[in-house]
């Protein structure tokens, strides 16, 4: 069974900093790129950063680039995703997901998904 499990949600005061980590199981870990995406409430979901877990390369959009970096251990199936200076606007519900495609901010390019994992930075 495919799972991605996110946890490390939680509630920030702007300026502050999470961790979130995507736990995956029942697929090989090399052969999918995991993006991180956030859906804020009437807003639709965007892509916020991707992994190659083969080789590495990371992708940043640019409203989150020098604030949040996202890591992998390959050992243990997870991905990081290391959020800094947050702000108001970076509420939303993070997902996880993974994709064949490298690099895509595209959710529809994403075939397994989890179930999400709430943020919520307070000014």
């Known amino acids: 069974e495919v799972q991605l499990v996110e946890s490390g949600g939680g509630l920030v005061q702007a300026g502050g900093s999470l961790r979130l980590s995507c736990a995956v199981s029942?697929?090989?870990?090399?052969?999918?790129?995991i993006g991180w995406f956030r859906q804020a409430p009437g807003k639709e979901r965007e892509g916020v950063s991707c992994?190659?877990?083969?080789?590495?390369?990371?992708y940043y959009a640019d409203s989150v680039k020098g604030r949040f970096t996202i890591s992998s251990d390959n050992a243990k199936n997870t991905v990081y995703l290391q959020m800094n200076s947050l702000k108001p606007e970076d509420t939303a519900v993070y997902y996880c997901?993974?994709?064949?495609?490298?690099?895509?901010?595209?959710?529809?390019?994403?075939?397994?998904w989890g179930q999400g994992t709430q943020v919520t930075v307070s000014s």
């Open positions: 997901a993974a994709a064949f495609v490298a690099g895509s901010f595209f959710s529809y390019e994403y075939v397994y």
């Open positions: 992994i190659t877990s083969s080789d590495g390369s990371t």
């Open positions: 029942g697929f090989t870990f090399d052969d999918y790129a």
